[in-house]
């Protein structure tokens, strides 16, 4: 199994930027495709951006051109860059590593607070 720990989350105002960081507790990026969620009070938790073992890149449409995702494999981190938030970008944002062929498929964080609000 796979310990996931977000940092980052905090109040920004509409137009700003924050940075998301989850740090794995092993080395699992060769083989875990990396994703950020996020939920929002009374909705259903839902992809924002994914990064697979090879790179590949997918994003929400409600953030593509604002926000990107990428690794830094010596750290074992993932970072989800979030610029010119939006109020309706406000929810708790979770990372999650997940892979088809392992024991435990899908591994999640504990959670950060994004807050988008004047």
């Known amino acids: 199994q796979v310990q996931l720990v977000e940092s980052g989350g905090g109040l920004v105002q509409p137009g700003g930027s924050l940075r998301l960081s989850c740090t794995a507790s092993k080395s699992i990026f060769s083989i875990y495709t990396m994703g950020w969620y996020r939920q ?3 909705k259903q938790r839902d992809l924002v951006a994914a990064l697979t073992s090879g790179g590949s890149t997918n994003y929400a449409d409600s953030v593509k051109g604002r926000f990107t995702i990428s690794r830094d494999n010596a750290k ?3 970072v989800l860059q979030m610029n010119s938030l939006k109020p309706e970008d406000t929810a708790v ?3 999650n ?3 088809y062929t392992c024991s435990v498929r899908s591994n999640w964080g504990q959670g950060t607070q994004v807050t988008v609000s004047s």
């Open 76 to 78: 074992n981190t993932v």
């Open 93 to 95: 944002y979770y990372c």
């Open 97 to 99: 590593a997940f892979c």
């Open 40 to 42: 929002a009070p009374g």
